[in-house]
Each structure stands twice: as C-alpha cells, then as structure tokens.
C-alpha cells in the first residue's frame, strides 16, 4: 500500500475530487516527514446508484494522480477499491489509516461534500487526531467573499453575484471599470435553436483513449458494479491534468466561437453539440477554472471568438460554478431537506432505463446513459422539467442528478438540482420556477418530432404530458406562484381556460401523476 513505513507526521488526505498537487493540502509539505492517504471505496460509488462512467473517471483519475506523486518521490498509501483488506468507508479505512502510521495530524482541503466532511472529521475523532481542513483555492471566489456578498442581500441573485466577480478578478472589464462592450450578459443572444436545417457539421469532442491503467479500471467497475446504470463502451474522458488542458484547448480553438449562439440548443443523437464538455475536469480539480476563463477572455481579444460566446461560457465558470458552490456551503446542512412545493412523488423507475414513450425524455436519458452527460438545458428543461411538473420528491430528483452524471459533485449539482430545477428551495437559488410545456421543447430542439404526443395539446390522447402537467402545475401551486411577479404572464394565461378545460387537464394530470 505504500513505498515505506517510515514515520509521518503530516497524513495529507487526498480526495476523489481534490486531484490538484499545489493544493492547500500541500502548503508546507515534507516528502521526508509527510504522506499522501488516499482510499477507493465502495460506499462512495453506492450512497448513490452512480453511474459506472462517473465511478470510472474518478477512479481512474485518482489512480493517475497517484502514480503522478509516487514519480516525484512522494509516499502515498492508497487503499485499491479491489483490496481485499478494504474496509469500503472513507471513515473507517482513515481511521485504519491513522492507527497504522500514528501521524500527528491529518490535512483535508474541505470537502466537495458535506456528509464527506462530517465523515472524515468523525473518523479523525476517533482515531484521537487532529484534523487541519483547509480552504479550497481552486475556486476563484473565496468563501469569506461570498458571506461578504450574501450577508449584504435580503435575496441573493447569480446576476448581482456574478458583476462582483467581474470587478473583483477584472475579466471582460474595460478601464473605466465598465463591462467589456457595455453590458453585464449577453444571454438574449445566447438562446438560439437550430431550426429545421439542424446543427450540420460541428467539429467533433476531443476524447481520450483509454491507457493501461483507465483500461484496468473499466474492468474492475464492470466487475464490482455490474448492475449499476449506464455503460463503459465510449469512456473517454480526461483523467490528468495534462488531458484536460488539451480538451480546453480543444474547445476554446474550435468549438467556443459558437457556443453562445447555440449553447441551449438540442438536438437528436448529438450530446456534444459546441459544449466544453470541461466541467468533470474541473470539479474534480484536473482543470484549474481560472485557466478555462482566461483561455475564453483571451480568444475574444484575440478574435477568434465573439463578446456573446466568450461571456457565455464565462458567466457559466465565473458566475455560475463560483455562485452554486456559495449557496451550497451557506445553506447547508438544512438545504438538502428542502421541499417548498410539498412534491411527493416518486421518480419514475424509466428514468433509470429511458424506456418511455416521450422521445425527449427517451433521447436524453439515453444519451446520459451512454455517455454520463447532458448539456445544461437538457437537464434543466428536459429531465428537471419533467420531475417538477410530476411533482417528484426534489431529494430524490437530486439523488439521481448526482448518480447520472461524470461531473456531479454534491456542491455544484444539488443546489443546481433542488433550487435551480426544481424550485425546492422557494428562490433561493431561482427569481421563479423553470416551468413550460412541451413547446419549448419543440422549439429548442427537434424531439418532438416523430414522437406520438403533440406539445400543443393539453388534454387527450396525444396530449403531451409535459403540457398536460404544466397547466397542472400552475393550477397546483397558483396561490403560492401568484405572490412572484415573474409568473403573471403565466398566471393570466391560465386565467383563460374555462372550467372544463381545467377539470380534464386536472385529471389527465393526475392520470400521470398517479403512473409516472
């Protein structure tokens, strides 16, 4: 499990997702006094069903930051997930750990997750020593700037947020303090759908082969977790640090011009379309973000990207990313209990197999399947979308969010999931609930197309049940969704159906509702 047996005095504590060696858990580091620890266990691919993808990436890249350290001389005492000493939780193997190698204090940058954090420093208490979690530098806001922020606003908005960080790191700035072109965001121009003609050709998704030792990890995830969702067969995501440089240059030199145009777009067999595909990169601390915004900022001096496309992607980094993991780490533990609408419906089993007549649903559930991904407004307002308007429980919408997807780290997906999409916690996260019917699908993509429902239709046999639930919805939570002025033009809307339009779509909802 490690090169020597020598004594230590620092047991630096290297997570699954921390894989960055000038972390704060390396400030001041010995290699003659001072070790790594890190462990594969079974309980972190289990406490969710996850996807054997996202068990891979992080195995892999773990496995590879390792032998990284190990070149440089470094200890590390790695517990293997196919061990057969392995204990399968963090907590108890640290505590193992720490009784076989008596360090005198154990460092953790702070855990991407908090249930991870409490675990680490329960075991720490067991094992009598002390644990030193510091701060996490790999994000471009600290956490001391957002209390600052936050303890400033009655309600706190990504919008407000995200200006801070343009004047506090500079980026898309002009020297009269002024945003780059004179406006803050250019989303309006960053919602265009592809039309009949489709997206054509769009230059394709760097990948990476799998190496030996990626490879050897692809077999031991389909040996330990055979029945877990989704498939191996195109795994080829970046797994160091040198990998994901070059999937961000990949993107930033021909995908990135246009991104912003087509960045909410979807369309059938294409999961890739102009995204960065970096964000499993950067969570798992492979990719440094400022690195990513810095690329971005420079192809629009350098014009080879439009204004819109660089802020695009950049308000998705700099503002988004950097805001979800505030929110997260401020509301936390409570946040995760949170259930503003009272949805108390279970998650359909199909979500876990994409066997439904609905294409949209069938196609991106499929896609996430197969390759661990899907694009933010698929998520949003395809998957998201439908678990709203059903009323799922928002714990257990999260809980698959955070199984599905090679990115998810609870920080970035939960208040992204329980907030953003499914308005669990009242606005804390969202101005309003991301609620529509089946035309907005059939507008931003071209899903609909071929499949038996017709988005126009709220009641009968080929309504579609996205229309159906939506009228539901509103009718569902009116009195509640009445008090926010960003949902009057839905409200009055409403207002126009007679009384047995709404008794049909009340019970054709509940037809759904009732069977998923």
């Not at 350098?302 to 819109?308: M, V």
Request: proline letters at 5%; hydrophobic letters at 40%.
């Amino acid at each position: 499990m490690a090169r020597t047996t020598r004594g230590v005095r620092h047991l630096i504590l290297v997570l699954g997702d921390q894989l960055d060696a000038a972390s704060a858990a390396f400030d001041g580091f010995d290699a003659r006094l001072d070790a790594v620890w890190m462990a594969e266990v079974a309980a972190e691919a289990e406490h969710v069903w996850s996807h054997k993808a996202r068990i891979a990436l992080f195995l892999s890249a773990m496995r590879h930051f390792r032998d990284a350290l190990l070149a440089r001389g470094i200890r590390v005492f790695y517990r293997a997930l196919d061990d057969p000493a392995n204990r399968g939780r963090l907590g108890e193997e640290l505590i193992a750990a720490a009784a076989g190698l008596g360090p005198s204090s154990l460092v953790v940058v702070e855990p991407g997750e908090w249930r991870v954090r409490e675990e680490l420093v329960a075991a720490a208490a067991r094992a009598g020593v002390e644990i030193d979690i510091r701060p996490d530098r790999s994000f471009i806001c600290p956490a001391g700037r957002f209390a600052e922020h936050a303890a400033a606003r009655k309600q706190l908005r990504q919008e407000f947020f995200y200006r801070m960080m343009r004047r506090d790191t500079g980026v898309l700035m002009e020297e009269n303090g002024r945003p780059a072109g004179g406006r803050w965001n250019y989303d309006v121009e960053n919602r265009r759908a592809f039309g009949q003609a489709g997206p054509g050709r769009v230059p394709p998704r760097r990948g990476f082969a799998p190496d030996a030792v990626t490879r050897e990890v692809l077999a031991l995830v389909e040996r330990r977790f055979p029945r877990h969702p989704g498939t191996l067969t195109a795994f080829d995501w970046p797994v160091t640090p040198r990998q994901a440089d070059q999937a961000l240059e990949d993107f930033i030199s021909r995908r990135l011009r246009r991104f912003g145009t087509w960045q909410d777009a979807m369309w059938t067999g294409r999961p890739w379309l102009y995204h960065s595909t970096c964000s499993a990169a950067m969570n798992l601390k492979l990719l440094d973000p400022r690195k990513a915004v810095a690329a971005a900022e420079e192809a629009w001096r350098q014009g080879e990207a439009d204004l819109a496309a660089a802020e695009g992607f950049i308000r998705q980094v700099l503002g988004w990313r950097e805001y979800v993991r505030g929110v997260y780490w401020r509301f936390m533990p409570q946040y995760l209990d949170r259930n503003a609408l009272n949805a108390d419906r279970p998650l359909p089993e199909w979500y876990w197999t994409g066997h439904t007549e609905m294409n949209c649903l069938r196609e991106v559930i499929g896609q996430t399947l197969a390759c661990g991904y899907a694009h933010h407004i698929q998520r949003l307002m395809v998957t998201g979308l439908y678990a709203l308007l059903l009323g799922v429980q928002p714990r257990r919408v999260h809980e698959w969010y955070l199984a599905v997807y090679v990115d998810a780290v609870e920080w970035v997906e939960l208040p992204n999931t329980l907030g953003m999409s499914q308005f669990a916690d009242g606005g804390v996260m969202a101005s309003k609930p991301y609620a529509a019917g089946g035309q907005y699908i059939r507008r931003m993509s071209n899903y609909c197309d071929g499949c038996r429902y017709r988005p126009d239709r709220r009641t009968g046999d080929d309504a579609c049940p996205f229309t159906t639930l939506y009228w539901a919805f509103l009718m569902r939570h009116q009195r509640l969704l009445a008090r926010n002025p960003r949902m009057v033009m839905q409200l009055r809307n409403l207002a126009r159906l007679d009384r047995a339009t709404r008794t049909a779509i009340r019970r054709q909802a509940e037809r759904l509702r009732e069977h998923g």
